[in-house]
């Protein structure tokens, strides 16, 4: 199983990058998928899930500038950012539990940086 997490980059103050994260391999099904950050000094911080069904949840700083989206048939899941702030500099993580060999398991991506500067 791989969760390959895409789209980092640089931006500037205001700007806008959209994160995607796709899981393949060996799996029965996916239930929530998620994007974690980790900023510089500072620990890893959820910033949006998404259940199977839809249901998504957003960290505080960010809502109403993050939204989330999946495609459950593709098992891929997107993040788009928009007015992006400084503090939103970290490494991204994609997150998916995923049930194969009869239960659940955690799987995270690689990370993949984003850097907004002013």
């Known amino acids: 199983v791989q969760l390959q997490a895409s789209g980092g980059g640089l931006a500037q103050v205001g700007g806008s990058l959209t994160l995607a994260c796709a899981a393949s391999?060996?799996?029965?099904?996916?239930?929530?998928m998620a994007w974690h950050r980790q900023a510089p000094g500072k620990q890893r911080e959820l910033v949006a899930s998404m259940s199977v069904g839809g249901r998504s949840d957003y960290a505080d700083s960010v809502k109403g500038r993050f939204t989330v989206t999946r495609d459950n048939k593709k098992r891929i899941m997107n993040l788009q950012m928009v007015n992006l702030k400084p503090e939103d500099t970290g490494v991204y993580y994609c997150y998916a539990k995923i049930f194969r060999d009869y239960r659940w398991h955690d799987y995270w991506g690689q990370g993949t940086l984003v850097t907004v500067s002013s």
């Open positions: 391999g060996d799996i029965v099904g996916v239930d929530e």
